[in-house]
């Protein structure tokens, strides 16, 4: 629900009283005017314009304009209200002005600029050598209404290469919470940072969403967190294409955090249904093309609609680069803290390549206590008591379990991680024993080998 209360006091002040003049007059004036986003540089579309006087607002095009014919000359206010606008926290709206008879009125309203409003936020915490300002609000799905007390999350790992220290790698991660109006920040941050955001609260988590400050001072990024212990579902649908905008049939897209799993049909639709509500993640892959890792805030009043586009699987970075994205990454999971404690069995993306493996299930042949099981559909992975790795469709408990970046891997049929998951892909693998796994990798039988594939 879309709340239109005016608060005066705020940056801009609109008073919805009627001050046309009482006497009748011809209706020959008009009001025309654009509505710009500052923070994205562009007009701002969608955004209802209200003029004092009017029950019905106007909608701005897509270039933020708009136009009001008809009108008695009077003395006039317009207001503008769009979820951009209520989420950062401001009231929009011009001063009183007069239009003629045969007159037109133009009126130009603009969102503050980052700047302006990077400094609103945070103040003296913003600095040169820190500028950028990451912030957001919190909303209840089904309601728009803000939802207060989630805990927000923000990690990052610093990367530096040279000749003399080799690569290093810093890991941070700050927590605030989310004010009454649900509002959250984080000041004082470094420029072009490219970081994760995740929102939690009364045990609920949204998914993890990537977000870059790209040099911008301010980054706004909404959350959508269930306000109640209620869970509501809703349905996701859309298209998958490839960069020449054809469709991708066959690809699988699934909520690894709740373990739905659709494929693409053949003009690349798909639904899934049963999806919670909030901020969710959604994992998008098919062999021959990068993994694509989407956001969408579900909702269940209508469905989500989304539309992915999967790029080819190339390279495209030097090797050093290329070496310190994939420690980032790994660091970022704890595969490089867990391969120091000496536990379990740690496979790197060198020697990965050194096997030169067709498919992934090739590399865990020689697993100890692991055998791989060829059949006409596809691979099973089973332990030494021929128990199925690969058993789409049992509770988290089962065992024993495979993990792909962190979420359990649920498959509906024999051969599906050969299938959506390319050894090229992998930059490192993690298997353990009964009872060695980290306890977030453990289900209710601790007697389990586990295995942790993690893509770049």
């Excluded at 008073?15 to 500052?38: E, F, H, Y």
């Excluded at 980054?219 to 109640?228: G, V």
């Excluded at 909030?278 to 990068?290: A, N």
């Amino acid at each position: 629900m879309r709340h239109r209360e005016i608060v005066f006091g705020a940056m801009f002040v609109f008073s919805p009283v009627i001050l046309p003049a009482q006497n009748p007059a011809p209706k020959t004036s008009r009001i025309i005017g654009i509505v710009v986003d500052s923070i994205h540089r562009s007009g701002l579309e969608g955004a209802e314009v209200i003029v004092s006087g009017m029950s019905s607002p106007v909608t701005t095009d897509s270039l933020g304009r708009f136009a009001i014919d008809n009108l008695t000359p009077g003395t006039y206010q317009v207001g503008v209200f769009h979820p951009l606008i209520e989420s950062l926290g401001l009231t929009l709206a011009s001063k009183p002005f007069g239009v003629g008879p045969d007159s037109t009125g133009v009126v130009s309203l603009a969102i503050p600029s980052v700047t302006t409003l990077a400094s609103r936020y945070c103040g003296s915490a913003v600095t040169s050598s820190h500028p950028a300002v990451v912030a957001g609000r919190v909303l209840d799905p089904d309601t728009d209404e803000p939802v207060s007390g989630a805990t927000i999350s923000l990690a990052w790992t610093d990367i530096i290469v040279s000749k003399e220290t080799g690569i290093v790698r810093t890991p941070h991660e700050l927590h605030t919470a989310a004010d009454s109006t649900g509002f959250f920040r984080f000041c004082g941050l470094p420029e072009d940072l490219d970081a994760t955001v995740q929102g939690t609260r009364s045990g609920l988590s949204t998914g993890e969403v990537q977000i870059s400050t790209s040099g911008s001072m301010l980054t706004f990024e909404n959350l959508a967190i269930a306000s109640s212990s209620a869970k509501s579902k809703g349905t996701v649908r859309g298209t998958v294409v490839g960069l020449d905008d054809r469709p991708v049939s066959g690809a699988r897209v699934e909520t690894p955090m709740w373990g739905n799993s659709v494929l693409t049909k053949e003009d690349g639709t798909f639904s899934l249904d049963q999806v919670p509500t909030g901020t969710q993640l959604i994992i998008v892959r098919h062999l021959g093309f990068e993994a694509a890792r989407v956001n969408v805030n579900v909702t269940s009043r209508q469905p989500t609609e989304v539309r992915v586009t999967l790029g080819p699987s190339v390279n495209v970075l030097d090797p050093v680069l290329v070496t310190a994205a994939r420690n980032y990454a790994l660091d970022k999971n704890g595969f490089a803290a867990r391969q120091r404690t000496g536990w379990g069995r740690y496979i790197t993306a060198e020697q990965i390549a050194k096997r030169h493996p067709y498919q992934l299930t090739d590399m865990m042949r020689d697993l100890p206590g692991i055998r791989v099981v060829r059949g006409i559909t596809g691979s099973t992975v089973q332990d030494e008591r021929s128990r199925t790795i690969l058993s789409g469709g049992r509770p988290t408990g089962a065992c024993p379990r495979t993990y792909v970046d962190g979420f359990q891997w649920r498959i509906a049929e024999p051969g599906d991680l050969d299938l959506f998951v390319s050894p090229k892909d992998v930059i490192g693998m993690e298997v353990y024993r009964p009872n060695e796994a980290p306890l977030q990798y453990r289900g209710v039988d601790d007697n389990c080998i586990v295995i942790l594939v993690w893509t770049r």
